[in-house]
T-cell receptor
Framework: RKEVEQDPGPFNVPEGATVAFNCTYSNSASQSFFWYRQDCRKEPKLLMSVYSSGNEDGRFTAQLNRASQYISLLIRDSKLSDSATYLCVVMNTGFQKLVFGTGTRLLVSP | EAGVAQSPRYKIIEKRQSVAFWCNPISGHATLYWYQQILGQGPKLLIQFQNNGVVDDSQLPKDRFSAERLKGVDSTLKIQPAKLEDSAVYLC?????????????FGPGTRLTVT
């Protein structure tokens, strides 16, 4: 079983739609959680950290459920510029090592 | 502030040849990482340095891969000899361990094709 699992997609949505991505992780000792965004043929960039209480940044909302070992990302009012791959990332204890999921690809169309 | 620099951006070699990649992290970032990203997958950590010391190299194929960060600044990752399955993007990232954030900043990567 992979340490971080995501639905690879692609998710094809029209502009203005709301889309949600889910991610599960297997290591219950994981301490921090993130969503990174990766545009085609570019490097990953931090989108947002994920906190137990849930957090929001504009159109983006991230949630963490430690009991179920489940992380989600909600994008409201999708824009064409949101088209990218969204990587679910878990940080484990010890060396603060990041473990990346395979990513979920989002395509927003006009 | 300048970002993470990597070179070359692209490299094509034949199997069994050697190749080296260079990374210069953001100034002042003590932690440096090398990742391998195979097409369709997320980045996989190969090695992590803290200054000039190796913190984690558990996923580095040490029979063919080596890395160094001799002066605690820039770093080199080498593959010798390369195999077809080494075709991937090699990403370097750095982090400022003096802050509370765990954000890693990635360079543009080196796209390696082994034929």
């Amino acid at each position: 079983r992979k340490e971080v699992e995501q639905d690879p997609g692609p998710f094809n949505v029209p502009e203005g739609a709301t889309v949600a991505f889910n991610c599960t992780y297997s290591n219950s000792a994981s301490q921090s959680f993130f969503w990174y965004r990766q545009d085609c043929r570019k490097e990953p960039k931090l989108l947002m950290s994920v906190y137990s209480s849930g957090n929001e940044d504009g159109r983006f909302t991230a949630q963490l459920n430690r009991a179920s070992q489940y992380i989600s990302l909600l994008i409201r009012d999708s824009k064409l510029s949101d088209s990218a791959t969204y990587l679910c990332v878990v940080m484990n204890t010890g060396f603060q090592k990041l473990v990346f999921g395979t990513g979920t690809r989002l395509l927003v169309s006009p | 502030e300048a970002g993470v620099a990597q070179s070359p951006r692209y490299k094509i070699i034949e199997k069994r040849q050697s190749v080296a990649f260079w990374c210069n992290p953001i100034s002042g970032h003590a932690t440096l990482y090398w990742y391998q990203q195979i097409l369709g997958q997320g980045p996989k950590l190969l090695i992590q340095f803290q200054n000039n010391g190796v913190v984690d190299d558990s996923q580095l194929p040490k029979d063919r891969f080596s890395a160094e960060r001799l002066k605690g600044v820039d770093s080199t990752l080498k593959i010798q000899p390369a195999k077809l399955e080494d075709s991937a993007v090699y990403l370097c990232a750095s982090r400022n361990t003096g802050t509370d954030t765990y954000e890693q900043y990635f360079g543009p990567g080196t796209r390696l094709t082994v034929t």
